[in-house]
């Protein structure tokens, strides 16, 4: 079974400055997905960034990137010029491509609640 | 996007007593739903994959007794919690997938269930 760690609980970042949310995960698997999600106070889940395991190229979304070390099994998510409605809980995800019963199910870490400071 | 709702956002209901929370994806067919538990500051917890026409699969020490899901068309996930307690109180969050979109999962708002 495949397991997904964040092992900041909580971090903070001044506005207009850049943070980085770690995740490393474990997993048999050659090919997968990887996502970060974010869950504001509204609790809707908005997602992030996604990251096909078979691309080496980092993804990035605007001010969002990844670091994908595949090798090591590390996948942060960097926020750039921190804006105040980026604070949230932020979820990093791993999504098997197998089929059968485990097919689009996602396996979350435990979260890291960012708080953006003005 | 593609849109998935709950309803209801937050209900409280009586021990002893059962409620019912659905979830509609509402500009697409969902092939497959999944359903989840979360608590407060914590992770979601998947509990069940639901789909359309099957019996839902169950994750290890979800009472299927307990926690009813039934997928009756491509667009509509029931949860059911029979007999609720209060420690089943918690925020359910439904998602879904469709095979049109091969990495999208959508998410619903969330439903907070109250039992007093």
């Known amino acids: 079974a495949q397991t997904v760690t964040q092992s900041q609980p909580e971090m903070s970042v001044q506005e207009a400055e850049t943070v980085t949310l770690s995740c490393t995960y474990d997993t048999s698997e050659s090919d997968y997905y990887l996502f970060w999600y974010k869950q504001p106070p509204s609790r809707q889940m908005i997602l992030v960034i996604r990251?096909?395991?078979?691309?080496?190229q980092n993804a990035t979304e605007n001010r969002f990137s990844v670091n994908f070390q595949k090798a090591a099994k590390s996948f942060s998510l960097k926020i750039s010029d921190s804006q105040l409605g980026d604070a949230a809980m932020y979820f990093c995800a791993y999504r098997s491509v197998a089929g059968g019963t485990s097919y689009g199910k996602l396996t979350f870490g435990q979260g890291t609640i960012l708080t953006v400071h003005p | 996007g593609a849109v998935v709702s709950q309803h209801p956002s937050r209900v409280i209901c009586k021990s002893g007593t059962s409620v019912k929370i659905e979830c509609r994806s509402l500009d697409f067919q969902a092939t497959t739903m999944f359903w989840y538990r979360q608590f407060p500051k914590q992770s979601l917890m998947l509990m069940a994959t639901s789909n359309e026409g099957s019996k839902a699969t169950y994750e290890q020490g979800v009472e299927k007794d307990k926690f009813l899901i039934n997928h009756a068309s491509l667009t509509l996930s029931t949860l059911t919690v029979t007999s609720a307690h209060p420690e089943d109180s918690s925020f359910y969050i439904c998602?879904?997938?469709?095979?049109?979109?091969?990495?999208?999962?959508?998410f619903g708002p969330g439903t907070r269930l109250t039992v007093t």
């Open positions: 998602s879904a997938i469709s095979w049109r979109a091969t990495f999208e999962q959508y």
């Open positions: 990251q096909e395991a078979y691309k080496q």
